[in-house]
């Protein structure tokens, strides 16, 4: 079983387009994010969920809106999709927001392909 | 503050050899320091982590060296193996607020044969 599950693996869209992303984890954790990796593969968080409750909202436009229905599922649904916003995208999971030595659970990435 | 700084942006090793990955930061309100490792078209995954009330600690070949005066951490691929050629990231998280990650931007290694 995988931990954490993310789909679709690969999405191509035309500008302007509205898309999501689905993300399921079934470890049990409360905390649940989305990273994105632009192509120079740096790695940047976007948002955090703990337990359904937003706790990190990063400088995201606001074409980006993550929405957590419960705690093993977090998505992110994105407007008017732009070029610079083609990436890869990370859910990942950890136990706690706040554990000391929390071990985040990645999936394996959405690649997002704006044309 | 906010930022790692992580070099080389990429290395090569021969096989057997030891690949040294070096991370600085400057927010002293770090407290935690893993790093991760991520192959292609896989997500990053936990290799290996330390806290600042130790120098060093070691899994398998693989050691984080951590200097806490210098605000410095490494990480060592000791016998460097052809399926450790993958991309690095440190990371470091602080102790308070959001206990957000902030990642390094990454170096690939690639391992010959």
């Known amino acids: 079983d995988t931990a954490v599950s993310q789909t679709p693996k690969y999405l191509v869209t035309q500008m302007g387009n509205d898309k999501s992303i689905k993300c399921e984890q079934n470890?049990?954790?409360?905390?649940m994010y989305w990273y994105k990796q632009d192509s120079k593969k740096f790695l940047k968080i976007m948002f955090s969920?703990?337990?359904?409750?937003?706790?990190i909202n990063e400088t995201v436009p606001n074409r980006f809106s993550p929405k957590s229905p419960d705690k093993a599922h977090l998505n992110l649904h994105i407007n008017s999709l732009e070029l610079g916003d083609s990436a890869v995208y990370f859910c990942?999971?950890?136990?706690?927001?706040?554990?000391?030595?929390?071990?985040?659970?990645f999936g394996s990435g959405t690649q997002l392909s704006v044309l | 503050q906010q930022q790692v700084k992580q070099s080389p942006q990429s290395l090569i090793v021969q096989k057997g050899g030891i690949s040294i990955i070096n991370c600085a930061y400057e927010?002293?309100?770090?407290?935690?320091f893993p790093w991760y490792q991520q192959f292609p078209g896989k997500g990053p995954a936990l290799l290996i982590a330390?806290?600042?009330?130790?120098s060093e600690k070691k899994e398998g070949r693989f050691t984080i060296s951590f200097n806490k005066s210098a605000k410095q951490f490494s990480l060592h691929i000791m016998d460097s193996q052809p399926g450790d050629s993958a991309t690095y990231f440190c990371?470091?998280?602080?102790?308070?607020?959001?206990?957000?990650?902030?990642f390094g931007t990454g170096t690939r290694l690639k391992v010959l044969a």
């Open positions: 990942a999971s950890s136990p706690a927001s706040r554990a000391v030595n929390e071990k985040l659970f």
């Open positions: 470890l049990g954790h409360d905390t």
């Open positions: 969920y703990n337990n359904k409750e937003l706790i």
């Open positions: 927010n002293t309100a770090f407290d935690y």
């Open positions: 330390i806290r600042p009330d130790v």
């Open positions: 990371a470091a998280r602080r102790r308070s607020g959001t206990y957000k990650y902030i």
